[in-house]
């Protein structure tokens, strides 16, 4: 991916990423089928949303969770990369599994997740959870969604602005569980001192406008303050899902 914004500054130092997360069931769900992953060792972090309508969503992302909280510490980006795809693998065949012993007729979940390395931050997703880079005051949106109407928009058969409301806003095209390979998509960039990122659900982005987001995660003190009140503005607003916002920033 190529970022629109600001241009960086040239100094290379190392940088050190600073992550905190905040989750909450929201005002009109009876329980949080989202779960999000801080594995700073391992130079990962995550957002998984359980598959809203189907059986025990929320044991879908909280095994996403722990797979990828268990992730250990490796130097090669490619290892690191190979570890947690097949982390993410076995998940879905374990899935796929307890779906047919339960007779469910899916088990599932979104993934969004960040992966960095040195400066190179890798973002690889199924689903329709996001990530955002905001950077010199520019939000970009470094993730597409993997649903039915994305791809209505982009066959241009639907505007982008009427996406939204669309009756099929919520049918996803790839999950986690829902076929027998985890088919990831990625985006790589280049992360500069200053940086925020943000993964969050969809239970944030259709309650909040992309100026709002933006508007929170630049003004807030720290990673810590702007998951809290990107959440948190999210549920003002009777956001009506779950809303899961995990923010790192590099330092």
């Not at 939000?139 to 649903?147: A, G, M, V, W, Y």
């Not at 569980?177 to 239970?203: H, I, M, N, W």
């Not at 303050?225 to 899961?244: H, I, M, P, R, S």
Request: negative net charge; hydrophobic residues 45%.
């Amino acid at each position: 991916m190529s970022f629109t914004g600001a241009t960086p500054p040239a100094t290379r130092q190392p940088l050190t990423a600073v992550a905190a997360g905040c989750t909450d069931q929201g005002p009109v769900r009876d329980h949080n089928e989202d779960a999000y992953a801080l594995n700073d060792p391992a130079g990962l972090w995550a957002v998984a949303d359980g598959m809203g309508g189907h059986s025990r969503g929320d044991f879908a992302s909280n095994m996403l969770r722990d797979e990828l909280m268990s992730a250990p510490p490796l130097r090669d980006a490619r290892a690191q990369l190979q570890d947690m795809v097949s982390r993410v693998e076995s998940a879905n065949g374990r899935l796929r599994a307890e779906a047919e012993a339960t007779g469910a007729a899916a088990i599932g979940s979104t993934l969004v997740s960040l992966l960095i390395s040195g400066p190179h931050g890798l973002f690889a997703w199924i689903g329709d959870s996001r990530a955002y880079l905001l950077r010199g005051g520019t939000l970009q949106q470094t993730t597409k969604d993997h649903s039915v109407v994305q791809a209505l928009v982009d066959r241009g058969q639907l505007a982008a602005e009427e996406a939204e409301n669309h009756p099929h806003a919520h049918v996803l095209t790839r999950a986690v569980g829902a076929a027998e390979k985890a088919e990831f998509e990625y985006a790589q960039t280049e992360l500069f001192r200053g940086d925020r990122v943000l993964l969050c659900s969809d239970g944030l982005t259709r309650t909040l406008t992309d100026a709002q987001i933006r508007d929170i995660m630049q003004g807030a003190p720290s990673p810590a303050a702007a998951a809290e009140a990107l959440v948190a503005a999210a549920l003002a607003k009777v956001a009506q899902d779950n809303v899961t916002a995990v923010v790192i920033e590099m330092t």
